[in-house]
């Protein structure tokens, strides 16, 4: 069966269609980047692990993971944050926001 014939080419990718409504006027460019990047990068299912993780969290018992190490040298905050800010790009993951569905 081709595609159009099963009305499938017509299927949008999902996302969060309603976002352009709540935009407040000063945020307006924002909320259009987080659009566009919900319409190119359609929804992805957290992994079963991941889902564990979200699932099991509650107020006393939290179950994000963290991580400490100490640099030996000169490296201000300024110049730490913008080490990662530039690369940020890179890790697609750190951009998805959790959204529940029915």
Do not use: W
Not at 74 to 79: F, G, I
């Amino acid at each position: 069966m081709h595609l159009s014939s099963a009305g499938l080419d017509k299927i949008e990718p999902r996302g969060f269609p309603n976002i352009e409504a709540k935009c407040f006027a000063s945020n307006r460019q924002v909320h259009a980047k987080i659009l566009q990047d919900n319409l190119t990068n359609p929804c992805v299912r957290l992994s079963a692990t991941d889902a564990a993780f979200l699932y099991s969290e509650t107020a006393s018992g939290p179950m994000h993971i963290s991580s400490v190490f100490v640099v030996a040298g000169e490296l201000t905050y300024e110049r730490f944050f913008q080490h990662f800010a530039q690369r940020m790009h890179l890790l697609p993951t750190y951009k998805r926001k959790i959204a529940m569905v029915p």
